[in-house]
């Protein structure tokens, strides 16, 4: 059906279906060749039409490339970047910017960091092999199959060994962040008993999923694996069980039958491994793998919808700030997504195309639900999951470092007439990370801390580092004191300053001209604390 006609027969199938379902409006099914950011447009206006909210307007251009540069660059665009796009009159310009910004170096960093984070708990463990497979642009489940197999064939795959390897001495934690990290499932709740309020959890589930781990062990720094093991548990009525090897779906996998071996066996093994560890050898790997079957069940047809919707949920609310479904690891019957449709939708496509992230994430910034203002200023702000208006959300430690990094540069180093390769690789080095370590990893609720508050009010890496980097030197040179503040606040806030702000700030710096090094650094201590500079918005 053509979009014209299809787009108000759409509107009346909603209309109809929020008469019994409320919130929950149904829609029809996308065809699968819609290109992915008008499917995203079209799931989430149909409910905002059936509770009828008019969404937030589409942010202005310097806001939206700011929080494009971060959510892909995982910076601030420096002043000739975005003053380069805001003054672009070409209609595709959002499009071309998306695809420059995917196709960086500085994507695959920052999505490296990212998806650390939430794998490794920003440990760095694996950082360096997710960089080269997001530059590489390797589909998530060949990520999911080198994270879960731990190959020791070559150095990457050996540092993607390190997830398990943080965790394989207690393989309860490991089966329970492998269901969080990969299946966007928190069973640790089904271990002493079945699961209170989600009937889809049960004990039978968590011992079947921390069975497939029960036989990997560390030898010497690598990981290995066993022919034999099996997992007892006790139910809550006393019944002592052996677990199934069965994986989230319920779906109870067959495998051959193993003998656990007699002392004699058990001693000549140990032995075995000892003198492989000496060596520095990793250990043979067994003719039959429960982890790799996990791997194989996990990404089969008709058991894969639990893998596809986690990462399409973690993406999502990566770049919006709110997942689909909430918390991301309560992905179960009793907590239905948001958008229901389009979760599906967005599932099928990424597995349809490789389990492309990058094609998942450009579909999604370029959607017009990514690109609203976050700016309510009409009456009660609607939920976060109608996705009806921007959310804000704080910087990463390596966003923020970052960007207070490359804020607080010379603009100059970057200037306009510089030959545009030049110019981003000056940007890319002036955007540095390595005091990442001094900020928090924000989570729920989060608010600038005491020791953060403290560091930017009188830390020595502050006062002394980036407050007396190139940009307060530069902004000492410029004799005008509005072009002066202009140009703090184009680096620092990637805008110019209100009338109001650049009133104030001109008064305050024209009153200290005996000190004016001084008051120019307090403007940018001022911009750089403020909550604009700490938040994506």
Known sequence: MPRRAFRPALLALTALAATSLGSRALAAELPAERPLHEVVDEYIDVRLAAEGIEPAPPADDASFVR????????????????????????????????????????????????FDAFISEGDGGIRGYLKTAFQENRGWDSVFRDILLARHDDPLQKEAADFLLKRVKDTDRLANDVSVV?????????????????????????????????????????????EYGLVNYKTVEGEARD???????????????????????????????????????????????????????????????????????????????????????????????SH?????????????????????????????????????????????????????RPLTPEQLARSLSLATADPHEFAADLPPEESQQRIAAAANASNAGLFERPGDNFQVSAHEALLFSNGEKISSGYLNGGLVRRLEQIEDDAAAIETAFQNVLCRPPAEDEAARLG????????????????????LVTSPEFRFNH
């Open 243 to 337: 677990a199934k090897l069965m994986f989230l779906t319920g779906t109870v996998l067959d495998e051959p039958e193993t003998k656990e071996p007699d002392g004699k066996a058990r001693k000549e093994e140990a032995e075995r491994l000892k003198k492989l560890a000496k060596e520095k050898q990793p250990p043979p790997a067994p003719q039959y793998s429960r982890r790799a079957q996990l791997v194989e069940t996990a990404l089969a047809e008709g058991q894969d919808h639990f893998f596809a919707r986690a990462i399409v949920n973690r993406v999502w609310h990566q770049l919006f700030g709110y997942g689909l479904v909430m918390p991301l690891d309560q992905m179960h019957s009793e907590n239905p997504a």
């Open 507 to 526: 008064e305050y710096v024209g009153e200290r001209k005996d000190r004016r090094p001084d008051a120019l650094r307090q403007v940018v201590w001022a």
């Open 182 to 226: 990969f299946f966007g499932i928190n069973v640790s709740c089904a271990k002493c008993h079945d699961h209170p309020l989600v009937p889809d959890w049960t004990q039978d589930h968590f011992y079947g999923m921390k069975s497939f781990f029960n036989r990997t062990f560390e030898n010497g720094g690598f990981i290995a694996e066993r």
């Open 340 to 392: 229901p449709e389009l979760l599906e939708w967005l599932a099928r496509d990424l597995k349809s195309n490789g389990y492309d992230l990058r094609r998942l994430t450009r579909g999604l910034v370029l959607s017009r639900a990514y690109a609203r203002s976050s700016r309510w200023d009409d009456g009660e702000r609607p939920d976060a999951d109608m996705f009806a208006v921007a959310e804000v």
């Open 67 to 114: 929080r494009l540069t971060l959510d892909l660059a995982g910076r601030i665009p420096a002043v000739v970047e975005t003053a380069a796009f805001v003054q672009s009159a070409d209609p595709h310009k959002r499009e071309v910017l998306v695809d420059k910004l995917v196709g960086s170096l500085e994507f695959a960093e920052h999505q490296a960091n990212v």
